[in-house]
């Protein structure tokens, strides 16, 4: 047994009876899609303020996928409508996860591109930057590019790129050259992690 409270358009409150004389409270909101966009070797991200933190936070392209909408639809059409830039092919999925599945129901549906153009100017107090992944790395670490699940899509697209780097590289025991091997690939990347905390 469950009441489903309406907050707003598309946002609901539901109260679920969950133990003995206890209800479980969550929110039922709709899913949303990310998009990364990726120029001349830089990142394409976007800062305004969340009122929920009060703050100004780093972020990219991202919203509501609506109902009846392709989530690769969304990532492309919130890139336009925030940045003023269009991509020029169909975004590639990354990974699709839930937020925050002890609090919410909605999923984030991540992609990456790598060919964009700019088509007209970007949405009111929306800013844009370009980044190199370095710079993100630092803004992560300062707090300010702070949104859990674009950490996530971020990270995800940055295993991708380690895992083609290693595509030939040299296996550690035996220093024959291997194809996609995952336990190198695991190495350089924990390595990786391993020193930027270390020089942190």
Request: include cysteine; charge should be positive; aromatic fraction near 14%.
């Amino acid at each position: 047994m469950k009441k489903k409270i309406k907050l707003y358009s598309r946002i609901f409150l539901i109260n679920k009876k969950y133990k003995k004389n206890e209800l479980y409270h969550y929110l039922d909101l709709p899913d949303v899609a990310i998009l990364i966009p990726i120029i001349n070797k830089k990142f394409l991200i976007v800062s305004q303020k969340r009122e929920p933190i009060n703050k100004v936070n780093f972020e990219f392209p991202c919203g509501w996928v609506d109902l009846g909408e392709k989530p690769e639809k969304s990532a492309t059409r919130e890139l336009l409508e925030e940045t003023g830039y269009q991509s020029l092919i169909k975004p590639k999925k990354l990974i699709k996860f839930y937020e925050e599945p002890g609090r919410m129901n909605s999923q984030a549906h991540c992609f990456f591109t790598k060919k964009i153009i700019k088509i007209k100017r970007s949405e009111k107090g929306i800013k844009i930057f370009f980044f190199t992944k370095n710079q993100i790395i630092d803004l992560i670490k300062k707090n300010k590019f702070n949104n859990g699940t674009h950490i996530a899509a971020f990270y995800k697209y940055l295993s991708l790129n380690i895992i083609n780097s290693s595509k030939y590289s040299k296996n550690w025991y035996g220093n024959k050259k291997v194809k996609n091997n995952f336990s190198i690939s695991l190495f350089f990347a924990l390595n990786k992690k391993f020193i930027a905390y270390k020089n942190a």
